[in-house]
Structures are given as C-alpha cells and as structure tokens.
Nanobody, 133 residues
Framework: QVSLVASGGGSADTGGSLRLSCTFS???????????MGWFRKPPGKEREGVAM???????LYADSVKGRFTISRDNAKSTLYLQMDSLRPEDTADYYC????????????????????????WGQGTEVTVSS
C-alpha cells in the first residue's frame, strides 16, 4: 500500500520561494528507499507536465524550465519528499502533484518530459501554487 500527501502550496510573488512537501507511506515488499519519486504540475488550462524526479541513488532529472531554480530532495527518516522552489515565476502557477513507484529504469534512460508520468503508478492529491507578477 502506497499513500502520498502533498502540502505546502500557497501564494508567492515573482522571485519568491515556496517549499512543497509530500509525506509518503509505503508498506510493500519493496522498501521505500527503492522507490523513484517525482513532482508534476498542471498549469491552468494546460496538460500535466513533469517538474523534477529523484532516483533512489540520488540522481535527479529536471524540466528545463525549472533547472537552477527548483531542487528536489527526500528525507527517508521523515518519509518526506520535498520540492524547494526559488526564483518563482508566474508561469510556475499550477497544481503540483507528487508521485512514486518502484525504480526500474534509471533516470538517464528516460524519454521526453511528456513521458515521465508513465513511470509512476502512485499519485498524491494536488497542492496549489500561485505566483503573482
């Protein structure tokens, strides 16, 4: 059984920062430390898009639009995944979702950003982020 609960959304001004959290509970034969985890977002009127991914070995994968501004990390002791978002822009406005699944393919082998969602079978609810200009 896998459950994910995202939190930390809110409002920020352009250039501001927010930190999203995703508390996870993984009770399966595979330990939580073997799960790949990621953040996705769905901007208003647009399709879901990948934001940042984190492999069990610490490898990360970011969308070009957030590289250098967002940082994904996890604390297994606290069962929490984080997304630190700095230098926020109005185009970062979206509902943000965390996702998890057993790592099978290394991040370096993943295809285009619009295929990242296919690597995850467990999703949390969204947390809303609004960035004003």
């Amino acid at each position: 059984q896998v459950s994910l609960v995202a939190s930390g959304g809110g409002s920020a001004d352009t250039g501001g920062s927010l930190r999203l959290s995703c508390t996870f509970s993984i009770n399966t034969h595979t330990p939580a430390s073997d799960y790949c985890m990621g953040w996705f977002r769905k901007p208003p009127g647009k399709e879901r898009e990948g934001v940042a991914m984190l492999d069990p070995d610490g490898t990360t994968l970011y969308a070009d639009s957030v590289k250098g501004r967002f940082t994904i990390s996890r604390d297994n002791a606290k069962s929490t995944l984080y997304l630190q978002m700095d230098s926020l822009r109005p185009e970062d406005t979206a509902d943000y979702y965390c996702a998890a699944d057993i790592s099978t393919d290394p991040l370096r082998t993943w295809g285009p950003r619009d295929t990242w969602w296919a690597h995850f079978g467990h999703w949390g609810q969204g947390t809303e982020v609004t960035v004003s200009s």
